[in-house]
């Protein structure tokens, strides 16, 4: 049975770093196209980043381009998300997700094309 577990989450001061991890059973994350999405309370679950797994070309919402950084490690079947320079409007419960479905320039790491396995999630809370 395939699973993603989330793991990283806590309580940071606005500025701090976070490293979250995913790591994967029953499922090889390289031969995916994956990536890490959030939810704010009261808003739309959202693309953060993603890696197309055709090429490893990665993706970054525009509020958190130059903040956030996607990585896999194949040989630990996890992948990552380096997270600097952190604000409040970063708190949310962060997901990662993956899909065997195609991923185009225009659509990667968009939500509405649908994840096929998502993971329970971790929240993240940025305050002082």
């Known amino acids: 049975q395939v699973q993603l577990a989330e793991s990283g989450g806590g309580l940071v001061q606005p500025g701090g770093s976070l490293r979250l991890s995913c790591t994967a059973s029953?499922?090889?994350?390289?031969?995916?196209?994956i990536g890490w999405f959030r939810q704010a309370p009261g808003k739309e679950r959202e693309g953060v980043s993603c890696?197309?797994?055709?090429?490893?070309?990665?993706y970054y919402g525009d509020s958190v381009k130059g903040r956030f950084t996607i990585f896999r490690d194949r040989a630990k079947n996890t992948m990552y998300l380096d997270m600097n320079s952190l604000k409040p409007e970063d708190t949310a419960v962060y997901y990662c997700?993956?899909?065997?479905?195609?991923?185009?320039?225009?659509?990667?790491?968009?939500?509405?094309?649908?994840?096929?396995?998502w993971g329970e999630g971790t929240l993240v809370t940025v305050s002082a």
């Open positions: 997700a993956a899909t065997a479905g195609r991923w185009s320039d225009q659509t990667i790491c968009d939500i509405r094309r649908g994840m096929d396995y």
């Open positions: 029953d499922l090889i994350l390289e031969y995916y196209n």
């Open positions: 890696i197309r797994g055709s090429d490893g070309r990665t």
